[in-house]
């Protein structure tokens, strides 16, 4: 109880000291829970493409021969260091 009484006698005492805790408090934990849920759904969306268009993307393994792949196709780029 006197630990109570204490601490509600100096949040009295500094007012302004007090709203501007409370203040930074609320503004550090709705940035928090901004950013978190942010982040998620940034995660979802990206998933969410990825799965749509998946059996779309091919992986083609480096030094993969025959056409599309890097030693093969009609009209193979030039190697960016040689130019």
Known sequence: MELFL????????RPVRSLLTLLGVLVATAS????????????????QELSRVGP??????????????????PHPLPHPGGL
Do not use: D, H, T, Y
């Open 56 to 73: 779309a993307i091919q992986v083609v393994p480096e030094g993969a021969e025959g056409p599309g792949g890097a030693g093969g196709g």
């Open 6 to 13: 204490l601490v509600l006698r100096n949040l009295l005492a």
């Open 32 to 47: 928090m829970v901004l950013f978190l849920s942010f982040g998620e759904g940034l995660r979802r969306a990206l998933f």
